[in-house]
């Protein structure tokens, strides 16, 4: 065989290897992007997605808020009978000091005989005495800690303790039949203090507090 015939075989045996080479390396080539394009299809195929139901239930589950007319109705009715209260003990407290005051001073009470015997006069003085328990600390003081007790020391609900005070003691005054001993009208001061102090104190401590 010629050399021109060798040389011309091995170039048609080297272009069909290059040939199969190529078309191999398409073939590969053209599977791998498939195989690419398919896997990124399916991670994308996997990205969670909020579903409508879930958002619905999110939106479900939010609070709403409703006024309690039977709640609002019962808390209205506990304050009117706290002030109440309040307002029969102090036309009861106010009608025992004067009461015993009148025994101190040898007066005739209401509904009450017309001598009062020594000891008891005795008593009476000592009860209506500055630091007696009929006295003018000692009653405010009771009048005062019964506001504090009925309100719960609430600085709002201690303002309608003391409407509830005005109103006993008039309540007082008018079962009274007539204006009330003159203790009685120390003793009257003496928890309208005791009132604007506490107010004071509570104010004070709230500026504070804002201030912080």
């Known amino acids: 065989m010629s050399v021109k015939g060798v040389t011309d075989s091995v170039s048609s045996n080297y272009s069909g290897y290059t040939n199969y080479n190529q078309s191999t390396e398409t073939k590969t080539a053209e599977k791998a992007a498939t195989d690419t394009a398919t896997s990124e299809k399916e991670d994308v195929g996997a ?16 609070k709403t808020y409703k006024a309690d007319p039977a709640l609002v109705a019962k808390l209205k009715a506990d304050a009117d009978q706290r002030a109440q209260q309040l307002q029969s003990i ?12 009148n025994k101190a001073n040898g007066l005739k009470g209401l509904y009450e005989s017309l001598t009062v015997d ?32 009925l ?15 005005l109103k006993g003691y008039k309540k007082a005054e008018k079962a009274w039949g ?28 709230n500026v504070t507090e804002s201030q912080v």
């Open 118 to 149: 020594a000891a008891t006069k005795a008593q009476a003085q000592k009860d209506i005495a500055e630091d007696g328990y009929w006295g003018v600390d000692q009653t405010s003081s009771r009048i005062f800690d019964f506001a504090m007790a």
């Open 178 to 205: 007539d204006s009330l001993p003159d203790i009685s009208k120390r003793t009257y001061d003496a928890v309208i203090d005791k009132f604007d102090n506490y107010k004071k104190e509570n104010s004070a401590s």
């Open 47 to 62: 990205v969670y997605e909020a579903s409508k139901d879930t958002a619905t239930t999110t939106a479900s589950t939010k």
């Open 90 to 101: 102090v036309e009861q407290l106010m009608t025992k000091q004067g009461k015993t005051y």
């Open 151 to 165: 309100s719960g020391g609430d600085p709002d609900k201690m303002e309608e303790m003391r409407a509830a005070f």
